[in-house]
């Protein structure tokens, strides 16, 4: 994970917390109590029970100890009455392509990023092609799929 601040939105921010409490009060514990009931049962070296256990709960200590490293760097992003009409974090923005197809798409860091729900990191080609634009600018961005030109019809904040 490199290193450095991270920029989250309030409702990405709540959701890693949700994930955090999630697998340390209920999926750890519940998985601690299989393994011991599978320890229980004697020869660990064939207990296939006791070592899928034992890999599961790896692998949610993992996730905990990412997640809590990550919680602490990351600093809430709230949008401000101040940035309507531009675009900048945070920022839900409607386009239109060069076919007339609208997308919607919402900025956000990169540890929330949701491509079926329009959710884009900052980082992305787009995202970083829209930041301070305005309704009505047309930006042209470079993708991999080569260039494509997008025309900003909305951009809206949940204040």
Do not use: C
Not at 23 to 46: F, Y
Not at 96 to 102: A, H, L, M, R
């Amino acid at each position: 994970m490199s290193e450095g601040k991270r920029y989250i939105t309030r409702g990405g921010f709540r959701r890693l917390e949700r994930e955090y409490e999630q697998l340390w009060k209920v999926e750890r514990p519940k998985i601690v109590e299989e393994v011991a009931t599978a320890a229980a049962h004697g020869d660990r070296s064939e207990n296939a029970e006791y070592k899928y256990g034992k890999r599961k709960l790896r692998e949610i200590d993992r996730r905990i100890r990412y997640l809590s490293r990550l919680l602490d760097r990351l600093t809430i992003v709230e949008p401000e009455e101040s940035q309507a009409g531009r675009v900048f974090f945070g920022a839900r923005v409607t386009v239109e392509d060069e076919e007339g197809e609208e997308h919607r798409y919402r900025i956000v860091g990169p540890d929330e990023t949701d491509s079926a729900k329009g959710d884009i990191s900052i980082e992305s080609p787009i995202a970083r092609a829209l930041l301070r634009k305005a309704v009505d600018d047309e930006v042209l961005v470079h993708t991999p799929r080569g260039q494509r030109e997008l025309t900003i019809l909305a951009i809206d904040y949940d204040l």
